[in-house]
């Protein structure tokens, strides 16, 4: 069971920084055009590369500042793997705005695309658009968040539940010396299905350990919509709560152990704490480099947007079984009570020695993390 917070959490006027400096302060790389109401790119006909012999895919994405996968990996991934097919890509990002969310779903059915790929905010904006696109005619696919109680018939997305373990894998291996050690989970958005299973992946591993007295559980703590200031402030008050000891923190993603880790160097316990984290993003391979951070999970996400677009050729050409053929993986939606067919990768633990791997792979390129603090680990492990 989760422990419920009996602090102000969840208040509904949080503060949020601009977008700008939202972006810059978290990710360190994020371009500011991506934060303007105009972060979108539509090279369909007529558009910047005029092509599209299939006609035009569109995908709406769903945030920037949760974390920055979505503008760096995903955008141009998907660009560039729904052109190899054949197909110009409408990419657009609805930067957390549900509204923004169902204006450019209805603005893609309105022009005709063939296929919509959607990662959603929430499930009732994901299943709300899929519905409506089903009465147009468009086959849609959940695109990394499965949307529960929607209709989607495809699903492409990584193991989730293995996401989690490896989470919760590294921090008990990272705490395998401290026996009692105390745990602070800061866990992603109750309303994306994915940060339950990153949840159900961690439990499988940590909760065992909770129970035999291995480690001590302080707090688990959802945060509304991936809010990474929010993560931050959050865990500070527990931290504060607790005395100040804590000795591993479980993040869910880059973005939150980012703010986890600024308000550790405040107390001069960064490095000391294993911090998780999730995306191998610019600003979390840096912090797995100077150590700050423990781990990563690095999910090849170019494989996520080829195995969508190849889902999207099969789809326009209304080609089930092919479509069958490459989702051979079911998910379960319990709240609509079906599985989806699905498509799921394998996430990979990134420590410090497997940066590397990251970089050779061509996600991050070496010049953005190997500067500055970071040069000397970069020459030590062979990152160039
Ligand atoms: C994605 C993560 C991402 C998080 C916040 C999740 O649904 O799977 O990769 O870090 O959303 O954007």
């Known amino acids: 069971m989760r422990t ?3 602090l102000p959490l969840r208040d509904s ?4 920084l601009g977008c700008a400096a939202v972006a810059v302060a978290l990710t360190g790389v994020l371009t500011l055009t991506a934060c303007g109401s105009n972060s979108s790119s539509d090279d369909s006909p007529g558009g910047t590369d005029g092509g599209g012999a299939n006609g035009t895919v569109g995908v709406i994405l769903p945030e920037t500042a949760t974390s920055a996968r979505w503008e760096t990996f995903d955008k141009p991934m998907l660009q560039e793997a729904l052109r190899a097919e054949g197909f110009a890509a409408d990419v657009q990002n609805a930067q957390g705005d549900v509204q923004k969310f169902s204006t450019l779903a209805d603005g893609m059915i309105a022009k005709g695309v063939k296929v919509l790929i959607i990662a959603s905010i929430n499930s009732e904006v994901g299943s709300a658009v899929a519905s409506k696109a089903k009465k147009a005619g468009i086959p849609t696919i959940d695109y990394d968040r499965l949307n529960l109680g929607g209709s989607s018939d495809y699903y492409v997305s990584f193991d989730n539940v293995k996401v989690g373990e490896l989470q919760g894998q590294a921090l008990a291996t990272a705490l395998k010396d401290k026996p009692g050690g105390e745990v602070v989970e800061i866990e992603g958005a109750p309303t994306d299905n994915n940060a339950t299973l990153f949840y159900q992946g961690q439990q499988k591993v940590l909760k065992p350990l909770y129970d035999s007295g291995a480690l001590k559980l302080v707090r688990s703590q959802p945060i509304d919509g991936w809010d990474n200031q929010k993560g931050g402030t959050t865990f500070e008050q ?21 703010a986890v880790i600024t308000v ?20 979390g391979l840096k912090a797995v480099l100077r150590g700050d951070q423990y781990m990563t999970v690095f999910k090849p996400i170019r494989d996520e947007a080829q195995a969508a677009a190849k889902l999207a050729v099969a789809l326009a050409k209304g080609d089930t079984a092919t479509a069958d053929g490459l989702a051979q993986g079911v998910s379960q939606d319990p709240k609509g009570n079906r599985n989806v067919k699905s498509v799921l990768l394998q996430p990979q633990t990134v420590l410090r020695a ?9 996600y991050v390129k070496a010049a953005d993390i190997c500067s500055g603090d ?11």
């Open 374 to 384: 970071v040069q000397t680990a970069c020459t030590e492990l062979g990152i160039r």
């Open 238 to 258: 527990i931290l504060t709560g607790n005395g100040g000891r804590v000795d591993g923190v479980v993040a869910a993603n880059d973005g939150l152990a980012g």
């Open 264 to 283: 550790l160097k405040k107390n001069g316990l960064n490095g000391k704490v294993p911090v998780t984290g999730q995306d191998a993003t610019v600003d």
């Open 354 to 362: 497997d940066v590397k791997t990251v970089t050779d792979a061509g």
């Open 4 to 6: 419920k917070s009996p």
């Open 13 to 16: 006027g949080r503060r949020r």
